[in-house]
């Protein structure tokens, strides 16, 4: 059986932090949009380094859940980069970017209806066509609940895992921060979603913003700070529920602090996982261990 | 018939929330009335009546993050750039 892993987000800042501390990560990300226009020494490099430690590609901006069709062309330079990369998978966001031919500029929520799960997974089902392989889908943190939207999030989710067969990122932070913003509870929703099909997870850390005018405070998904205890109790609850074996990527993206201070955010992550795990015999039998291995039956 | 529905409504959503992160003139008309950019935006009455719904101070918190973001990608601005950039926003 395959070993529950822990990893890290790979930024040119961190390279050689990473490069010291390989005894301790399992498995890197790297941003495929920051090396669509790379040349060939620096797909070489990524290959190389593919093959000394598994990595991941994380795509950003295809838009996989907008109303727009995905254009083939930006599929088709993710493919090349897959192609030429060889990660063990990629992954891209339940997001629209892009709509009336303005860029938005990141992630946006859609409304959240049959509609948008269908298009979705048209949209999956031609990056699979084009790119060789299905990506996991992440849960996206939004400050705007998508209007004209008929169904939950959770439900919405579900939807679109069974109408694609694609597998869930869990992106942990995302789920703390849209439940704060929005109210809700995040165990609720980690009892809603198909646990069985999460292939990753991502931790990150995020801040208090306050809005212009003054009267409102939301958490937001920064990835500009230290994982915060929710989080890791997320991930124990997690690794309670799901018999497969999990892999935490953590996201830091600036203020970068010094490398022991993200290791020992690993090691914590490490150590929630195998928190989870300990829990789970007594409290959640293999009921969806069965569940898990056929979602992955015949996944492309 | 329904998903059909749901997806030409899809298209117009995200285009009128495009439009509301990135144009500040057009956000601040949406505030004022929302159900009537809403269906300026060519929105039907119910659509318009579930858009006009999104909290003022959401949608300007999230037309800031993306100014934000987009701003990053770009790179560093000049400061003077800058210092117009936020009286803009």
Same mark, same amino acid.
Not at chain 1, 6 to 18: F, K, N, Q, S, T
Not at chain 1, 197 to 219: E, N, V
Not at chain 2, 59 to 88: E, I, M, N, Q, V
């Given at each position: ?20 501390? !390989?005894?301790? #990560? ?13 040349? +060939? ?30 254009? %083939? ?6 493919? +090349? ?12 966001? &339940?997001?629209?970017?892009? /709509? ?6 990141? &992630?946006?929520?859609? %409304? ?15 990056? @699979? ?10 849960? #996206? /943190?939004?400050? #705007?609940?998508? $209007? ?37 509870? $995040? ?6 979603? $198909? !646990?069985?099909?999460?292939?990753? #997870? ?14 409102? +405070? ?53 150590? /929630? ?15 969806? @261990?069965?569940?898990? /291995? ?7 | ?18 439009? *509301?992160?990135?144009?500040? =003139? *057009? ?34 918190? =999230? ?22 950039? =936020?009286?803009?926003?």
């Amino acid at each position: 059986m395959t070993r529950d892993r822990v990893g890290i987000g790979w930024r040119p800042e961190l390279a050689a932090g990473i490069f010291d501390a !390989l005894d301790r #990560i399992d498995v890197l990300e790297v941003l495929a949009d920051d090396y669509l226009g790379a040349g +060939r020494r620096a797909r070489r490099a990524l290959n190389t380094m593919a093959r000394q430690v598994p990595v991941q590609l994380h795509s950003i901006a295809l838009g996989m859940a907008g109303a727009e069709a995905v254009d %083939p062309r930006r599929l088709d330079r993710l493919a +090349r980069l897959v192609n030429d990369v060889e990660p063990e998978a990629w992954s891209e966001h &339940l997001a629209f970017m892009r /709509a009336g031919g303005i860029e938005i500029g990141h &992630l946006a929520a859609p %409304p959240r209806t049959e509609a948008s799960i269908e298009g979705a997974a048209r949209n999956l089902r031609k990056a @699979a066509d084009i790119v060789g392989t299905m990506p996991a889908m992440e849960n #996206i /943190a939004t400050l #705007i609940e998508p $209007p004209c939207s008929t169904l939950g999030e959770p439900a919405w989710i579900a939807g679109i895992l069974a109408a694609s067969g694609c597998g869930l990122l869990l992106d942990v932070h995302n789920l703390h921060a849209n439940a704060t913003n929005f109210g809700f509870d $995040p165990l609720d929703f980690l009892a809603r979603i $198909p !646990l069985a099909r999460i292939d990753c #997870i991502h931790i990150a850390g995020g801040s208090w913003i306050t809005a212009p005018s003054g009267d409102k +405070r939301y958490l937001l998904d920064d990835h500009l700070h230290d994982v915060e205890q929710p989080i890791y109790d997320l991930v124990a609850e997690i690794a309670a529920r799901a018999a497969q074996p999990l892999t935490v990527v953590l996201e830091r993206d600036g203020a970068y602090p010094p490398m022991p201070v993200l290791l020992a955010q690993l090691d914590r992550a490490r150590a /929630a996982l195998a928190i989870g795990r300990r829990r789970r015999p007594a409290e959640h039998p293999r009921a969806d @261990a069965d569940d898990h /291995a056929g979602s992955h039956a015949g996944r492309r | 018939m329904r998903t059909t529905t749901q997806a030409a409504m899809q298209a117009d959503v995200e285009r009128l929330l495009a439009r *509301l992160m990135t144009d500040r =003139a *057009l956000r601040e008309r949406f505030v004022a009335d929302p159900v009537a950019v809403a269906r300026d935006s060519g929105l039907s009455p119910p659509e318009s009546e579930a858009i006009a719904k999104i909290p003022v101070a959401d949608l300007h918190t =999230a037309a800031r993050s993306y100014a934000f973001k987009r701003d990053a990608k770009r790179g560093p601005l000049h400061p003077l750039l800058a210092w117009w950039r =936020a009286r803009l926003r």
